[in-house]
C-alpha cells in the first residue's frame, strides 16, 4: 500500500500548481484522501480531505475558495488543485489515507513522501 505525491514546484503568488496522489497496492475508491503540509519551522496541518463518496472536508478556512479536490478513481488518483497560491502556501505537501471512508484527521496511517511546493516571485 503506497502514496505518491507529485506535481510540485516554484511557482509566482497569483498561481497555480496541481498536485496529485497516485495510489498503489489498493483501490483508492473506498478510503478518504487528505492533503496535509508542513512549512518551514512549522507542524503539519491538514489541508482538506476527499471522502470516498466525494465529500469534501476543509481542514484549514484559509484555503477555501482557492483549493479543490477531486478523484480520479479510473487512475486510482486524487488531485488537488491549488489555484491563486500565496507565499503562505509554501510548504511540503503530503498525501495520506486511512482505513475509512470517511475523513477523520486522527486516523491517517499511510503517507505519500511528499512534494515540495514554493510560491515566491
Known amino acids: 500500500v503506497q502514496l505518491q505525491a507529485s506535481g510540485g514546484g516554484l511557482v509566482q503568488p497569483g498561481g497555480s500548481l496541481r498536485l496529485s496522489c497516485a495510489a498503489s497496492?489498493?483501490?483508492?475508491?473506498?478510503?478518504?484522501i487528505g492533503w496535509f503540509r508542513q512549512a518551514p519551522g512549522k507542524e503539519r496541518e491538514g489541508v482538506l480531505c476527499?471522502?470516498?463518496?466525494?465529500?469534501?472536508?476543509y481542514y484549514v478556512d484559509s484555503v477555501k475558495g482557492r483549493f479543490t479536490i477531486s478523484r480520479d478513481n479510473a487512475k486510482n488518483t486524487v488531485y488537488l488543485q491549488m489555484n491563486s497560491l500565496k507565499p503562505e502556501d509554501t510548504a511540503v505537501y503530503y498525501c495520506?489515507?486511512?482505513?475509512?471512508?470517511?475523513?477523520?484527521?486522527?486516523?491517517?496511517?499511510?503517507w505519500g513522501q511528499g512534494t515540495q511546493v514554493t510560491v515566491s516571485s
Open positions: 497496492g489498493f483501490t483508492l475508491d473506498y478510503y478518504a
Open positions: 495520506a489515507t486511512l482505513d475509512s471512508g470517511h475523513c477523520v484527521m486522527d486516523e491517517y496511517d499511510v
Open positions: 476527499i471522502s470516498s463518496s466525494d465529500g469534501v472536508t
